[in-house]
C-alpha cells in the first residue's frame, strides 16, 4: 500500500488550480445514462472514484471514455442494467446510477453500497422515493432489484425526505426527470452539487424549477437528449488547500474556484483570524487565505448545505488542534466521523470526543509520526498536519486520499509541502 513520507515544518503558500468537484461529477456522470444521444463532460477530475464510475457504466454497455479532462459518452448500445457489488462497494456513489436505469430502461439491479468508515450510510430515502413513483423495489442477496410500474415508466408523485439528503435528491431527480407526470420533492438537499446535476438535467431537456431550493418540481419528459456540460469547481477540495495557510502561518491562492460555494466555511476562517480575499469571476475567479498569527477557537456545527459542511469537518479540527484556546465541534451528519482525532492526537493534538462532540484544546504545534488515514477527508487533514509538524511523518493507507484530491503530490509540492509517495512493498 502507498504510503506519504512528509517532511515538516513547512509553511504552506503559493497558488493552485482547484478541480472539478468530485461530488459532482459522480452524479453529472450517472446522469450521462438518462441521454439518448451523446454527451460531453468537461472539467472531470482525475480521481480513482472517477475511473470506478466510468467502468461501471462501460459494464452496462455504454461507450464511455475520458481524454483529460473531458468525458464522452453514448448510451446508444447499452445492454444490461446490472451494477456489481466488486465495483459498488469500492465507490458507494456508484448508488446514483439506480434512479437513471430505473427511469430510462424501467429496470435496474444495483448492489447495496453498504457502510464505509464514516458510517452506516443507508440509502433507505433512495428507495422510499422511488417507491413512492410507483416502483417494484426488492432487496435479495445484497442487491436493489428495481422495477419501473406496468408501462415501464415511473409515475410523478408528491414526496418529502425524511431527512436530507445529497445522494437521495440526485437519484430521485434524475428518475423524476422522465417519469409520467409532475414530481414536488420537499426537504431537498441543496449542496452545490446538487444543483450542478439539475443545470445539467436542464441543459438536456429536463423541466425542473426551484433548483437550489429544498423545494424542487421536476415535469417529467419523454426523452433527455445530449448536452455539453462543464463540472462545477471543488468547493472541498478548495477549503482542505485554504485551510493548510492556517495551520501554517501560510497564504495560499486557490483559482478556478468559486467563493460563493464555500461561504460558510470562508467565515470560519475569517473568526479563526485568517484574512481572505476573492476576485475574478466565472471560471477566473480566486479565493486567498492568508494567515499571520496562531488560529483562534471556534464552535462548529456541521450542517447540510448552506451549513457547515461535514466534508470541510477534519480538515477544520486539523486547524482547531494549533488554535490559542479550546474549540468545540459537533458533527452533526454522519456518526462515526471522528476517525482522524485518535490520528492528530498521535501528532500530538490534544482532542477529546464524547458522542458527537469533539473538544480540542488547541497546542502550539504537532510534532511528527507515523499515522493512518481512515477516509477520504480525513487523509488530507492529516497531510496538512504533517506538513505542519516538526519532523518527518509516515502517513499509510493513503489510497483513501487518491480517492477524491486528484493530482494531490503536485498541488502540494507547488504549497511548499516536502512530500513524497512511497510503496515499502515495492523496494
Ligand atoms: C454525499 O454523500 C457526499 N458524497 C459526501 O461526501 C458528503 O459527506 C454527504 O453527501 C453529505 O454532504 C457524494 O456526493 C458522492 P447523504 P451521501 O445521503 O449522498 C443518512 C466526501 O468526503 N442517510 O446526504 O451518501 C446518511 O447515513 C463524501 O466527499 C440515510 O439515513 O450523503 C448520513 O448520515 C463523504 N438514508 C446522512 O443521511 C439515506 O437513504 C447524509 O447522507 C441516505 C442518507
Redesign the pocket.
Known amino acids: 500500500m502507498d504510503q506519504f513520507l512528509i517532511k515538516g515544518a513547512s509553511r504552506i503558500a503559493g497558488e493552485v488550480t482547484i478541480s472539478g468537484a ?2 459532482a461529477a ?1 452524479p453529472l456522470l450517472a446522469a450521462m445514462i438518462l441521454a439518448k444521444t451523446p454527451t460531453t463532460l468537461h472539467n472531470v477530475p482525475s480521481l480513482q472514484d472517477v475511473r470506478t464510475l466510468i467502468q461501471l457504466i462501460s459494464g452496462l454497455g455504454v461507450v464511455i471514455k475520458k481524454e483529460g479532462n473531458t468525458v464522452t459518452c453514448n448510451t446508444k448500445t447499452i445492454d444490461n442494467f446490472y451494477a456489481p457489488y466488486d465495483l459498488v462497494k469500492t465507490m ?2 456508484s448508488i446514483l446510477v439506480l434512479g437513471p436505469l430505473l427511469a430510462r430502461f424501467g429496470e435496474a439491479e444495483v448492489s447495496l453500497p453498504g457502510g464505509c468508515a ?9 428507495l422510499k422515493a422511488f417507491e413512492a413513483m410507483g416502483a417494484e423495489i426488492t432487496v435479495e442477496n445484497g442487491y436493489v432489484k428495481a422495477k419501473a410500474p406496468k408501462g415501464g415508466r415511473l409515475i410523478g408523485c408528491q414526496h418529502t425526505f425524511d ?6 435528491t440526485e437519484n430521485v431527480i434524475m428518475a423524476a426527470a422522465l417519469a409520467r407526470g409532475v414530481t414536488q420533492l420537499e426537504n431537498c ?1 441543496r ?1 452545490p ?1 446538487v444543483v450542478d446535476l439539475a443545470n445539467m438535467l436542464v441543459a438536456m431537456g429536463a423541466k425542473i424549477s426551484g433548483i437550489g431550493t429544498a423545494s424542487l418540481v421536476i415535469e417529467g419528459v419523454e426523452e433527455l437528449h445530449g448536452c455539453e456540460y462543464s463540472v462545477v469547481s471543488d468547493r ?1 477540495e478548495t477549503g482542505s488547500y485554504l485551510a493548510g495557510a492556517l495551520m501554517t502561518r501560510g497564504d495560499v491562492l486557490t483559482k478556478n474556484t468559486d467563493p460563493v460555494l464555500l461561504q460558510p466555511v470562508l467565515k470560519k476562517f475569517e473568526d479563526m483570524g485568517a484574512t481572505i480575499t476573492t476576485g475574478g469571476n466565472g471560471k477566473d475567479s480566486w479565493i486567498r487565505a492568508q494567515m499571520t498569527g496562531r488560529p483562534k477557537p471556534i464552535d462548529i456545527r456541521t450542517q447540510p448545505h448552506p451549513g457547515f ?3 470541510m469537518q477534519a480538515q477544520l479540527m486539523a486547524v482547531c488542534c494549533l488554535a490559542d484556546g479550546t474549540s468545540t465541534i459537533i458533527e452533526n ?3 462515526n466521523r471522528y476517525m482522524h482525532v485518535p490520528e492528530l492526537n498521535r501528532l500530538g493534538a490534544n482532542i477529546m470526543v464524547d458522542g458527537h462532540t469533539a473538544i480540542i484544546e488547541g497546542v502550539e504545534k504537532f510534532t511528527a509520526a507515523p499515522v493512518m488515514a481512515t477516509d ?2 480525513a487523509s488530507i487533514s492529516l497531510v496538512m498536519a504533517a506538513a505542519a509538524a516538526e519532523g518527518e511523518s509516515l502517513i499509510d493507507r493513503i489510497y483513501h486520499i487518491d480517492r ?1 484530491y486528484d493530482d494531490v503530490e503536485t498541488k502540494l509540492r507547488g504549497l511548499g509541502v516536502n512530500i513524497e509517495r512511497i510503496n515499502p512493498n515495492k523496494r
Open positions: 468530485k461530488n459522480l458507494r456513489a464514516i458510517g452506516s450510510r443507508p440509502v433507505d430515502q433512495h431527512m436530507v439528503t445529497v445522494g437521495g438537499a449542496e452539487e472541498i459542511p461535514t466534508d451528519i454522519f456518526e477520504l477527508r477524491g
